[in-house]
T-cell receptor
Framework: AQKITQTQPGMFVQEKEAVTLDCTYD???????LFWYKQPSSGEMIFLIY??????QNATEGRYSLNFQKARKSANLVISASQLGDSAMYFC??????????????FGQGTRLTINP | KAGVTQTPRYLIKTRGQQVTLSCSPI?????VSWYQQTPGQGLQFLFE???????NKGNFPGRFSGRQFSNSRSEMNVSTLELGDSALYLC???????????????FGQGTRLTVV
């Protein structure tokens, strides 16, 4: 069963606009973490933002924020004021389990974001 | 603070050979995980090491193995290479979770392996 679903294979956005990348997840574990990574063409996976299942507030990191809706099992990434350098693949990932959980990330298929000037 | 370092960045091998990839985690991180990324299968978990012990393993054949040293550096080995092993191999390091809180995982730049 697919645990992480990213329904947008590709998105095109005008520079300076805000963009929302969708991610839904499936787990029965009460303790889990949700991650967003950016992968430019160079291949490196760049950590953007993290949300723990017990976190009360939505995570924010600079221009990145995570719209965490626990009941809907969604963890959408919001990029404000997009820049040309934001063009890349974006992956949503989940890790289940707390202290006994293995450090295993399950990834979605990714969304290719293209920022147009 | 140095990030996750993977060496080499690029590698070309022929079928049947074996290869060893290296990963040095962020200082203080004791968990190292390995992932394979291909266009067809996406990102797939290979295995995770913590304190020199393999804690979890993905669904890969026994040709894929790894180990972790006392300084937390990890190596991944693939024996009897096949064309389908061509991929980007990514390593991630993280702190061990404390309590119920998960922690962030940081990746290296990856090793791009081409099998010909």
């Amino acid at each position: 069963a697919q645990k992480i679903t990213q329904t947008q294979p590709g998105m095109f956005v005008q520079e300076k606009e805000a963009v929302t990348l969708d991610c839904t997840y499936d787990t029965s574990d009460p303790s889990y973490g949700l991650f967003w990574y950016k992968q430019p063409s160079s291949g490196e996976m760049i950590f953007l933002i993290y949300q723990g299942s017990y976190d009360q507030q939505n995570a924010t990191e600079g221009r990145y924020s995570l719209n965490f809706q626990k009941a809907r099992k969604s963890a959408n990434l919001v990029i404000s004021a997009s820049q040309l350098g934001d063009s890349a693949m974006y992956f949503c990932a989940m890790r289940e389990g707390g202290i006994q959980g293995a450090q295993k990330l399950v990834f979605g298929q990714g969304t290719r974001l293209t920022i147009n000037p | 603070k140095a990030g996750v370092t993977q060496t080499p960045r690029y590698l070309i091998k022929t079928r049947g050979q074996q290869v060893t990839l290296s990963c040095s985690p962020i200082s203080g991180h004791r968990s190292v995980s390995w992932y394979q990324q291909t266009p067809g299968q996406g990102l797939q978990f290979l295995f995770e090491y913590f304190s020199e012990t393999q804690r979890n393993k993905g669904n890969f054949p026994g040709r894929f193995s790894g180990r972790q040293f006392s300084n937390s550096r990890s190596e991944m080995n693939v024996s009897t290479l096949e064309l389908g092993d061509s991929a980007l191999y990514l390593c991630a390091s993280s702190l061990v979770p404390t309590g119920l809180r998960n922690t962030e995982a940081f990746f290296g730049q990856g090793t791009r392996l081409t099998v010909v």
